[in-house]
């Protein structure tokens, strides 16, 4: 079966996030003050072959800990569905 996993990688609450306080930064100089506490990421789609669902869940929360996510300084959260 094909599957489709949606994988968004965050910094940690605690790390600073040089980008995230840029674009707050900037928002002020676009009319937006209101909006703050900006993060900046990175969201990951990815398509797997797998027997089931539970094996896809399985494969892309290795890929996530292996290669995708440095799980030192950011935080991960997928979701698969078949496809």
């Known amino acids: 079966m094909k599957f489709k996993a949606e994988i968004d990688v965050m910094p940690h609450d605690a790390l600073l996030d040089p980008q995230g306080k840029a674009v707050t930064n900037s928002m002020k100089n676009v009319g ?7 993060r900046i990421g990175k969201h990951i789609r ?3 072959e797998a027997d089931s669902l539970e094996i896809a869940n399985s494969k892309v929360d290795e890929a ?4 995708l996510a440095n799980q030192i300084m950011e935080s991960y959260s997928f979701s698969v569905a078949q496809v």
């Open 64 to 67: 996530c800990k292996k290669m």
């Open 32 to 38: 937006l003050p209101e909006i703050e506490g900006v």
């Open 46 to 48: 990815l398509f797997l």
